[in-house]
């Protein structure tokens, strides 16, 4: 069986994929685990996770273009200079 | 994606994931180094795993197990990434002990003393971090990511080296000698650790991007930065054509390519008795690997 592990780093740190161990069962898997990726107190924890039970998507198209859900969509440079000029000619 | 367009985009710095599709052909060539790699990993404890008990102190004896243990740590991890590809660890290891794969030239010759362990870990292992450290960008992904943790450990391992070493000068003439002999030992393999000067557009590995530097680029890095500490010391390095040029450029004599080609192919002074002791530590352990396979079924 293939493992993924997940390895956090520092207490409060987002776990991160690390790398991919073989094991015969999920005890063989926590021991290689421990020796692999903790053994110099470089994680505070692991995920281990059957690579059968990761579920990728990777198909993520912007068919539409929608870009008024993302900060890309408002590039406000132009329309602030020319607010701030009609504000001035405002104020005279 | 045709080849062509697969060529660009790894060219153009892209990187390929497992489930990708890849040309056969970069497949190959994947299979082919990062199985050399591991081989390297597993192949490169034996010299070193001679001197843990008769290492001279129980400082050394653990550091030495340490590294040991890394250096096989390694050599899982690669192969993990060469069984993704496609190639079993149990077929990688059948080859390994069959002669029929390559593992690196420096690993087939012996070490005499406790100076060739301290030469060993400080100047072999710098040498291959150079090498990895270039594996960072490869293109394939998996392979480059290992590689963090790996020089990571790395690092540690030439430090201990270099701890050795400089016990070793600060010590008695005798064991300054045995330094400088080792150091003698070891060079000319040293120089060709990185291979021939080939231009690295013609070099495969480079045309893939799975490596991200030519030959003489790295051989010029290690040499840039550890002939100044290995003269510092009051080392001699045996070769009297070495000099920094003004344009920062290292002259050297010209390595012995026959010589690595000679070794790499199995012919090394060590080759056969490590492959040996390779295939009897497999045969002998392969009770385990049955027991731990039942157990868990």
Redesign the interface.
């Known amino acids: 069986m293939i493992y993924e592990v997940f390895r956090q780093e520092r207490k409060g740190q987002a776990f991160q ?9 999920q ?2 898997a926590e021991v290689y685990a421990r ?3 903790g053994r110099r107190q ?1 994680s505070t924890a692991l995920w281990l996770v059957p690579r059968d039970a990761i579920d ?1 998507l990777d198909d993520f198209v912007d068919e539409l273009g929608r870009t008024y859900h993302r900060v890309d969509g408002y590039s406000l440079k132009a329309k602030l200079k020319e607010a701030r000029e009609r504000a001035a000619a405002r104020a005279g | 994606m045709t080849e062509q367009e697969f060529l660009e985009y790894v060219q153009g710095g892209g990187q390929v994931e497992t489930g990708d599709w890849m040309p056969d052909a970069y497949r190959a060539k994947l299979i082919k180094f990062i199985e050399m790699h591991g081989n390297s990993e597993l192949m490169g404890v034996l010299p070193e795993r001679e001197w843990i008990l008769r290492a001279p102190t129980l400082q050394r004896k653990l550091a030495l197990t340490a590294k040991v243990q890394d250096e096989v740590g390694h050599a899982q991890l690669i192969y993990r990434v060469v069984e993704d590809l496609g190639k079993p660890r149990e077929a990688c290891l059948d080859d390994l002990v069959a002669g029929r794969a390559k593992f690196h030239n420096v690993f087939h010759y012996p070490t005499k003393t406790w100076g060739d362990v301290g030469v060993i870990a400080w100047l072999v292992d710098a040498a291959a971090i150079i090498s990895q450290k270039a594996l960072l960008k490869c293109s394939y992904a998996p392979y480059a990511r290992i590689m963090k943790k790996i020089c990571w450990e790395e690092s540690f391992h030439i430090l201990h080296g270099r701890d050795v070493v400089l016990t070793l000068m600060n010590g008695t003439d005798e064991q300054r000698e045995l330094v400088q002999e080792a150091l003698t030992r070891w060079w000319g393999p040293l120089m060709q650790f990185h291979g021939n000067p080939i231009p690295r557009e013609e070099d495969p590995m480079f045309v893939w991007r799975i490596k991200s530097q030519g030959n003489e680029e790295a051989r010029q890095q290690f040499l840039d930065g550890y002939v100044p500490q290995i003269w510092e010391l009051g080392l001699e390095v045996p070769d009297p054509k070495l000099r920094k040029r003004e344009d920062g450029v290292w002259e050297y004599t010209e390595p012995d390519w026959d010589e690595l080609r000679h070794v790499v192919t199995g012919h090394g002074p060590r080759t056969a008795d490590r492959l040996d002791l390779r295939r009897e530590a497999r045969e002998h352990s392969a009770w385990v690997r049955q027991v731990v396979l039942a157990e868990a079924a």
């Open positions: 994929h690390a790398g991919s161990i073989g094991a015969p069962n005890e063989f020796e692999q990726y470089e990728e």
